[in-house]
């Protein structure tokens, strides 16, 4: 099993900037591919950027241009950069990892709320 942990989370001013860290620990050699989901009250949730286990990234259209996801493999931590952050943006994140032989992990969440 993977087990997640999200960190970086808060109260940011729209406009602003926060970076998101998820530390994965336990099998982390059989994750296949992580990525950041949000779900924002009343909303399914949505995904935010993913990355596989040989760095190729994938990103919601929405926020390409201003959201920019990234790895320390060293650190078994993935990480969520967030820039130019608008009031949508708020709602809880999560990191989740995919297992090679299917399994599906989810992290606790983290909130982000941006005022405007």
């Known amino acids: 099993q993977v087990q997640l942990v999200e960190s970086g989370g808060g109260l940011v001013q729209a406009g602003g900037s926060l970076r998101l860290s998820c530390l994965a620990s336990?099998?982390?050699?059989?994750?296949?591919?992580m990525g950041w989901y949000r779900q924002a009250p009343g909303k399914q949730r949505e995904l935010v950027a993913g990355?596989?286990?040989?760095?190729?990234?994938n990103y919601a259209d929405s926020m390409k241009d201003r959201f920019t996801i990234s790895r320390d493999i060293a650190k078994n931590t993935m990480y969520l950069q967030m820039n130019n952050l608008k009031p949508g943006d708020t709602a809880v994140y999560y990191c989740?990892?995919?297992?090679?032989?299917?399994?599906?992990?989810w992290g606790q969440g983290t909130q982000v709320t941006v005022s405007s």
């Open positions: 989740s990892a995919v297992e090679y032989r299917g399994f599906h992990s």
């Open positions: 336990g099998n982390v050699l059989s994750i296949n591919y």
């Open positions: 990355i596989t286990r040989d760095g190729v990234t």
